[in-house]
């Protein structure tokens, strides 16, 4: 049996519904995504920590969970979860359980029943703001999860080398997790580089790993928060080696190159964001993940626009005017979502190969 639950708002506004997975009470920061697909791979990625994410699609759980395969980390991110219609009789042959049952199995709770329409015009409007789920009378108090280095809980402890062939020829990158999804490595790893994975502050420069090239992943938070991190890539831009930013990277290399970032008022969760590129005015239709962005009062010396969005105005990419460095605020490997931008793996492999 499911129990009554309320969702509470930092603002006292309140949502009532029932509590499903673990039927815990939770708190965090409520953002939602508008995507229509996808959940598994939404609530596996590392980019959700510490928020309580609300699908605006009324119908959730439809194919039940597939298996760790096909997810983005190798279990659920986010705190909590908030849909409007909960699927207990899924169908799909990947079926594997169903997301509740999952939810339940690693300790997460969720609300379902309530008017999600309601809530996401109520964060567009207010911005994303505090909240909590509540069960029975289990309260507890609002959390402000990017007040932490959320970076540091997401990433990896210690580093991992991923190789997909035996060419000894094949180019070293280092790739810096910083909550990244399971995607980018495969990515990297078709492409023939030998991946050496990082946690979020080592530093391969200082431990002489002899990369090539440096790829800088998605990840939670505030970024100005993981101050290691952006020491590394302050490395990595002093000896012009091709550095590649994703997500989170797209912030965190702005901020080691001298720019600045703020807070968005409620971000960019979906797989349909239109993406221009300044060059050739193509819009990229991609998946994103933040609730950050860089700012372009002041962008870093030798930087330039190269993407922007289409609906705010706000940046989407940056990349330097002589040197191979470069970055973007969508994600390029896209799962779920179009494969429109999976091109940028290859640009990087080309800044590689023309040193």
Request: glycine content about 10%; overall charge positive.
């Amino acid at each position: 049996m499911h129990k009554n639950a309320k969702l509470v708002l930092k603002d006292g506004t309140i949502f009532k519904g029932l509590a499903f997975g673990s039927q815990t009470s939770n708190a965090g920061e409520v953002v939602f995504a508008t995507g229509m697909v996808g959940y598994e791979q939404s609530l596996t990625d590392p980019s959700y920590k510490g928020q309580i994410l609300t699908f605006t699609y009324p119908l959730i759980g439809n194919w039940g969970v597939p298996p760790k395969s096909y997810w983005e980390s190798d279990k659920i991110q986010v705190t909590g979860l908030v849909i409007s219609d909960l699927a207990t009789k899924p169908s799909h042959h990947l079926m594997t359980k169903t997301l509740d049952a999952w939810m339940k199995e690693e300790g997460i709770g969720g609300i379902y029943g309530i008017d999600t329409r309601a809530l996401t015009k109520k964060l567009r409007e207010k911005g994303v703001m505090l909240g909590k789920i509540v069960v029975g009378n289990h309260d507890l108090d609002f959390d402000d999860p990017n007040k932490r280095n959320l970076v540091s809980e997401v990433s990896v402890d210690k580093v991992k080398i991923w190789k997909q062939s035996t060419n000894n020829t094949s180019a070293k990158i280092g790739f810096l997790n910083c909550g990244a999804k399971k995607n980018i490595i495969k990515n990297l790893v078709k492409r023939d580089f030998k991946v050496y994975e990082l946690p979020w502050d080592y530093d391969p420069f200082e431990n002489n790993l002899g990369i090539q090239g440096l790829v800088i992943s998605n990840g939670p938070g505030d970024p100005k928060m993981p101050k290691k991190s952006i020491e590394i890539i302050k490395k990595s831009l002093s000896k012009k080696i091709p550095t590649f930013g994703i997500c989170l990277g797209n912030q965190l290399l702005t901020l080691a190159a001298g720019g600045d970032t703020f807070k968005l008022k409620f971000g960019h969760r979906a797989q349909n964001q239109p993406t221009i590129d300044v060059n050739s005015k193509r819009c990229y239709i991609t998946t994103q993940n933040h609730g950050f962005a860089v700012s372009e009062k002041k962008l870093p010396d030798g930087f330039k626009r190269w993407f922007y969005n289409a609906n705010d105005n706000t940046n989407e990419g940056l990349i330097h005017e002589k040197l191979p460095f470069f970055s973007v605020q969508f994600h390029p490997e896209a799962t779920p979502g179009p494969y429109d931008t999976e091109w940028l793996f290859d640009y990087f492999l080309e800044r590689i190969n023309n040193q």
